[in-house]
């Protein structure tokens, strides 16, 4: 079946928007780039600080509450009915509920070819790149690492404390049908 969806998988700085641009870069054809910073950042201010919405702890820990599932569902939906159109898109997203968000994501898009891919970093590398970045807080690199991976079946795994993000999006495009 032609890929028609790349749903790229990892923890919190662990290179996944990185390889998203090499893929867009190296790929065939146009491919649309959504990730989960993107639905999060399109969240009223309201909801990043309220019971419904998402939540961040002190050490990293995301937790979401029952608006914000409502919402995620109509995220996926209309990534998969971009796909339905004839868009190709690459999903950079974080698995915080291991196979139960992969669950949500198969069900959406079921009937089209999807490359499942995890994007694995030591924690402490992510946990490097974290602080370096200044964006997140910190800890939650290192608590997702493995976390988001729990449970999860993938077509192909990169490990992007061992390769640059070229090198991964090139091994994903080898696998691209």
């Known amino acids: ?71 995620e569902a109509a995220w996926i939906e209309g990534v998969a009915a971009m796909v339905r159109a004839g868009a190709r898109v690459v999903v950079d997203e974080v698995f915080i509920g291991g196979a139960g968000s992969q669950g949500r994501w198969r069900q959406a898009l079921d009937g089209f070819g999807v490359l499942w891919v995890g994007v694995r970093c030591d924690a402490a590398v992510a946990a490097g790149r974290e602080v370096a970045r200044g964006d997140r807080v910190v800890g939650m690199a290192a608590s997702q690492a493995e976390l988001v991976h729990r449970g999860v079946t993938y077509d192909l795994e990169v490990d992007t404390a061992h390769a640059e993000s070229m090198e991964c999006a090139r091994t994903i495009a080898a696998h691209v049908g």
């Open 1 to 71: 079946m032609t890929t028609q969806v790349i749903v790229l998988n990892g923890g919190s700085s662990s290179g996944k928007s990185g390889i998203v641009r090499c893929l867009q870069a190296v790929l065939p054809g146009a491919w649309l780039a959504f990730g989960t910073d993107t639905f999060v950042d399109a969240l009223p201010a309201s909801m990043r600080t309220g019971d419904g919405g998402i939540g961040f702890g002190p050490d990293g820990e995301v937790v979401v509450g029952t608006e914000f599932r409502v919402l």
